[in-house]
């Protein structure tokens, strides 16, 4: 019988004891031991249990979607006009009518479940993994997949996925705000607690969802999914509400303008004429109604959305996953992106290429982490003893392991299978030095059985150092040390030259200190190693900073991290776009400033984290703008640079990997995290996250941003401009006392069909081609500028001024009613009589033309030619077609209360759009002198 059909949950819904049962019993409740799981087993519990996750917010379930879509007052403004018409005896205007309200809903509703459909499947690409013992071997799976009774491995910075009870801790402690409500770290051991203690107090365990702040550990899975703690208490995972999006505060204060406008309007066409003129009150009522109809952009919600969703996902096909949706309005204002070093800017792919042991220098040949290499001094092979101590120790003081990384089904199958590609989880810093102690023939699993390790002072970006001390074969004890040489050379008073421990004089520091300098001039990366011989015995345990004292130096390694091949060419489109690039980084000002000019920083001038102390904040002011790098940097530093260049006035993008990275890309404008290295409580903090962790991906991002925002510019534009036109020719047309020179129901189909529909579509206009040559958007402008509003009006007066001698032409059959200039010139075609329907008509037609070229032009300035989006050409095409249906199907007159035009009528259209377009061509001329671009 195999395990899995043994194996029972005694009391899977009740087990809250589980902090004080002993370790035996907790081993043997969940048939499980130190060892982990078989992978065979992990997968029939996974069956059995269900997946290790919360059922979160299912998303806007499509019946609310619908619903939301009548929440809208001009749905109820239609659906009141088409219960008047209906109830004075139109019943075909309260069919088109109520016919156009079922379109815009369901045209919203298909628009607005898209988009939700778009935010979800974003959500879902964000997977957290997790390190889990299963066939006796560490491997890296999605957390999702963790079962009762797996092994799992936490460091600092990770978000814990699952109840467990502890097994093995070092200076572990946990923030379990999520749980409790209190932000303060909890301190973890291993052992019993009495059954009564509160959850905040059991210190033997971790809870799904809390926040590793410091140390490590290793637990067992207790509880998974729902039947966690968290899970237990569904509100702690609701999602704070989403923030609005500026882009839909904008449009929220344009619908509150629009509307006074309209009840402006129409109060004036009311009273004049009711009161001067001698119009029945259901001609008024329809003029006011379709005052009101032409000024709403009702297709504009709608398509805000999508655009927005839609450019995120493709973002997200470009490895950028924007996690909050209003940072795509920010991404176009970025002016300073605040960059790590490496594996942003390098490939992180590090290989140890120097040595210095025994006051020699020695180099390593091999690339990336093939294991194959030689040790040589000028050129000819060194026996490795020379380098032994130092390849020792950085493999000691190391947390690298090997085992298999699941990010994918396939590669769950190659682990399953025993086949899984072997790869070495953990830190790239360690790696490399974990690969180049087995060029020398070490082995990590012989060297650890020789020198069991009894405990470790952490490694943090601010400490730049880490030490672990160990039990040595001959039974004594020893530390071992590595870390930014500085810091090693600092607390070393000896150094180890051929086997003797010798006094470090202040020569040698400096001739250290040379050697460190000259390695990072090649750009490499330098790390320092020391050892101390007999650890006093309060430090074997629980060791702390007071060990790192009175060490033994062994020498140095120096490794390259490529810079990635991608990156110049990326840093260089910044700088053209306006955007300045700093690096950031922990790593040491000469390595820094070498990197630097590999990937084309302009190395302006760098600070150090040292400098940067001793600055005022006025003298850090003063110079920011100047400084490119920031080296040998703290976490909180970043921080402090974020504060002084937001301070003044730069929107500033800030990515970051850490645990102590989190706050400075929680405040950036736009806080960015690495979705490979970085941790998970800085991907929580983040709007994005690069999937690929590379540095080019963020100017993606910042092109897909100005990219969306374009495009939500010009199709605002082109409503609004649009809407103004039709609201100024009825106004007109009412005022001169011709009537309604277009029906409600004809500009309800403009507004909804033919330019709702080509709308749409410019929201996946590609990018103009000076995307990346202009320079950031001012963060306080808007979508709507100045000159926006100036081209609303001229347009509104151009569209006017043009079509009114239609309306005039076919209605009294003569251009300028009482003096007939034209008649002569233009004649009748045979069967047509001016008249209020065929003026209307020519209206109508006049606007659907107009309205696509002015597409065209709104396009032309962002250097779009006709045909560069496909999408586009389709919809003036659908929109052209829907029209001729309209004029020349007999449904479509009657529906519409239109005439079929003829070839002189479109003649007549034709001039009145040259001269539309000619209009257009020298104000937009005229606005170039006094705006800017757009
Ligand atoms: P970046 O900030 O660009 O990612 P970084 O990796 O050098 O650069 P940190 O991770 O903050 O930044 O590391 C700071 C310094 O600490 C490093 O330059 C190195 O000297 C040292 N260091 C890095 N990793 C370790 C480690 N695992 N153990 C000991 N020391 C380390």
Request: hydrophobic fraction near 40%; include cysteine; charge should be negative.
């Amino acid at each position: 019988m195999s395990r899995s059909e043994q194996y029972e949950r005694t009391e899977p819904e009740t087990a809250t004891d589980w902090h004080s049962r002993s370790l035996e019993d907790v081993y043997a409740d969940l048939e499980t031991s130190a060892q982990g799981l078989a992978a065979e087993e992990a997968g029939a519990r996974l069956e059995r249990e269900g997946p290790n996750e919360i059922e979160g917010e299912e998303g806007t379930s499509p019946l609310r979607i619908l619903v939301e879509q009548y929440t809208s007052a001009l749905i109820w403004v239609l659906i009141v006009a088409a219960i008047v018409m209906a109830g004075v005896g139109h019943t075909i205007d309260a069919g088109v009518i109520a016919g156009i309200v079922v379109f815009i809903t369901l045209f919203g509703f298909v628009q607005d479940y898209r988009a939700e459909q778009s935010i979800q499947a974003l959500k879902e690409m964000s997977t957290t993994y997790a390190l889990v013992r299963r066939n006796g071997e560490k491997r890296e799976i999605d957390a999702t997949k963790l079962v009762p009774g797996d092994v799992i491995f936490v460091e600092s910075g990770d978000i814990v996925p699952a109840d467990a009870r502890i097994l093995e801790e070092s200076n572990l402690s946990v923030d379990e705000a999520a749980l409790t409500g209190e932000s303060v770290g909890v301190s973890k051991e291993v052992g019993e607690v009495g059954e009564d203690t509160s959850l905040a107090e059991r210190e033997n365990m971790l809870y799904k969802d809390t926040v590793v702040e410091r140390g490590s550990g290793t637990a067992v899975v207790v509880e998974t999914g729902p039947e966690s703690e968290i899970g237990q208490i569904a509100t702690a995972l609701e999602e704070a509400e989403e923030r609005e999006t500026p882009f839909q505060s904008e449009m929220d204060r344009l619908g509150k303008i629009i509307a006074l406008g309209v009840v402006g309007a129409v109060a004036i066409i009311a009273v004049a004429e009711l009161v001067i003129g001698d119009t029945p009150p259901l001609q008024v009522f329809l003029t006011a109604v379709g005052i009101a109809v032409s000024a709403v952009p009702e297709g504009l919600p709608a398509v805000v959305t999508l655009s927005l969703a839609l450019g995120a996902r493709r973002m997200a096909e470009q490895n950028a996953l924007v996690r909050r949706l209003p940072i795509v309005e920010a991404l176009g204002s970025v002016d300073v992106i605040c960059t790590d070093k490496t594996g942003t800017l390098t490939e992180e792919e590090m290989t140890v290429q120097r040595i210095v042991a025994n006051r020699e220098t020695v180099e390593v040949t091999g690339t990336g982490y093939d294991t194959d290499g030689e040790f040589l001094r000028d050129g000819d092979p060194v026996e490795t003893e020379r380098v032994a101590e130092v390849l020792r120790c950085g493999l000691l003081c190391n947390n690298v392991d090997v085992g298999t990384r699941e990010r994918d089904e396939n590669e769950t199958e190659a682990a399953e299978s025993g086949e899984g590609e072997r790869a070495y989880l953990g830190d790239p810093t360690e790696i490399a030095l974990f690969v180049a102690a087995q060029k020398a023939g070490f082995d990590h699993r012989d060297l650890a059985e020789e020198y069991p390790r009894l405990g470790e002072v952490e490694f943090t970006s601010a400490r730049k150092r880490m030490t672990t001390v160990h039990r040595t074969p001959d039974g004594g004890t020893a530390a071992y040390m590595k870390g930014a040489p500085e810091t090693v050379v600092e607390r070393c008073n000896r150094e180890l030259v051929d086997g003797e421990i010798v006094a470090l004089t202040e020569e040698r520091r400096a001739e250290i200190e040379d050697r460190n300098e000259a390695f990072a001039e090649d750009a490499l990366r330098v790390m320092g190693f020391a050892y101390r011989p007999d650890v006093p015995d309060d430090q074997t345990e629980n060791p702390d900073e007071d060990l790192e004292r009175e060490m033994v130096f062994l020498g140095l390694q120096g490794m390259l991290d490529p810079p990635r091949p991608e990156v110049p060419g990326a840093l260089a489109g910044c700088l053209d776009a306006g955007i300045n690039v700093v690096m950031i980084t922990g790593d040491n000002a000469v390595t820094a400033r070498a990197v630097g000019e590999e990937v084309g920083l302009r190395s302006t001038r760098v600070i150090t984290g040292p400098e940067l102390e001793e600055m005022s904040d006025e003298e850090l002011a003063e110079v920011v703008d100047d400084v490119d790098i920031f080296a040998r940097t703290s976490p909180d530093h970043k921080t402090r640079i974020l504060q002084t260049l937001q301070a003044k006035g730069h929107t500033v993008s800030m990515t970051g990997d850490g645990v102590n990275d989190a706050p400075a890309v929680k405040n950036a404008d736009v806080g960015v995290a690495m979705g490979i290295r970085g941790t998970d409580v800085t991907e929580q903090a983040s709007d994005i996250v690069l999937l690929d962790d590379n540095f080019a991906t963020i100017r993606d991002a910042v092109r897909g941003g100005r990219r969306i925002f374009d495009n939500v510019r010009k199709f605002v534009n082109y409503l609004l401009s649009g809407n103004g036109g039709e609201v100024t020719m009825i106004f007109t047309g009412s005022m001169v006392g011709f009537g309604l020179v277009i029906t409600p129901i004809q500009i309800l189909w403009i507004n909804v069909v033919t330019d709702g529909i080509p709308a749409l579509s410019m929201g996946v206009d590609p990018p103009a081609e000076d995307i990346m040559e202009r320079d950031p958007r001012p963060p306080e402008e808007g979508v709507i500028t100045k000159r926006i509003v100036t081209s609303i009006v001229g347009i509104a007066i151009f569209m006017t001024v043009c079509l009114l001698p239609l309306f005039t032409l076919n209605f009294f059959g003569e251009l300028i009613p009482g003096y007939d200039v034209t008649g002569a010139l233009l004649g009748w075609s045979p069967g047509y009589e001016p008249g209020r329907e065929l003026a209307q008509t020519m209206v109508f037609t006049g606007f659907v033309v107009f309205e696509i070229v002015r597409i065209q032009a709104i396009r032309f300035r962002y250097g779009l030619g006709l045909f560069s989006n496909p999408w586009l050409v389709l919809a003036v095409a659908v929109a052209v077609t829907l029209q001729l249906l309209v004029l020349y199907t007999p449904t479509g007159q009657l529906l519409f209360d239109v005439e079929p035009l003829a070839l002189v009528h479109w003649a007549q259209i034709g001039v009145a759009a040259v001269v539309f377009a000619l209009l257009m061509a020298v104000f937009v001329k005229v606005q170039d002198r006094y705006f800017e671009q757009y």
